[in-house]
T-cell receptor
């Protein structure tokens, strides 16, 4: 089945630094990828939709200058948390559709990245 | 906006059946999903059902959909300790990019 790889699995960084998270579709091309954030014991919150070759679409309340998204190829999207602060500590998960069925295809998820900002 | 609700916790004994329930508000939902999340991991797609179906069975998993009541359930037969995880219900309206997730039901399987 469709595989989405996310890297790194976990990262610890100091407050004020930036962290980049990669999301790759391994066996399919994804023109659209999605970035979610999950707080402890809560559901997933869609942060933004990453579109290959164009600007990402951010959900209301998500700071686009803080969470930079780059979707430079059909298999790679990156999320950069800039000037990270402890409140950015969270579990970030990316997802993509395999393309079969278009927008109606099920989402496939990466394993997530646990970010801890000290 | 759309809303998906699930109970937070379910505890069953190994070998019994588990039934996880979900209700949703978006009547235009065309696809309904069940995802499994193990500790520290991402989401794994377990199964999904189209809104024009009432039931879907896949090995130990049975999904029932009551579209009139906007109620979705996931039944796991012969529940094993490896089934312990959080199960998310999600809905998706055709043509829209956004998928709405429930809060997740934590399934605890007691040996």
């Amino acid at each position: 089945g469709a595989v989405v790889s996310q890297h790194p699995s976990w990262v610890i960084c100091k407050s004020g630094t930036s962290v980049k998270i990669e999301c790759r579709s391994l066996d399919f091309q994804a023109t659209t990828m999605f970035w979610y954030r999950q707080f402890p014991k809560q559901s997933l919150m869609l942060m933004a939709t990453s579109n290959e070759g164009s600007k990402a679409t951010y959900e209301q309340g998500v700071e686009k200058d803080k969470f930079l998204i780059n979707h430079a190829s059909l298999t790679l999207s990156t999320l950069t948390v800039t000037s990270a602060h402890p409140e950015d500590s969270s579990f970030y998960i990316c997802s993509a559709r395999s393309g079969q069925g278009g927008d109606n295809s099920p989402l496939h998820f990466g394993n997530g990245t646990r970010l801890t900002v000290t | 906006g759309e809303d998906v609700e699930q109970s937070l916790f379910l505890s069953v004994r190994e070998g019994d059946s588990s039934v996880i329930n979900c209700t949703y508000t978006d009547s235009s939902s065309t696809y309904l999903y069940w995802y499994k999340q193990e500790p520290g991991a991402g989401l794994q797609l377990l199964t999904y059902i189209f809104s024009n179906m009432d039931m879907k069975q896949d090995q130990r998993l049975t999904v029932l959909l009551n579209k009139k009541d906007k109620h979705l359930s996931l039944r796991i037969a012969d529940t094993q300790t490896g089934d312990s995880a959080i199960y998310f219900c999600a809905t998706h309206s055709g043509g829209y990019q956004k998928v709405t997730f429930g809060i997740g039901t934590k399934l605890q399987v007691i040996p």
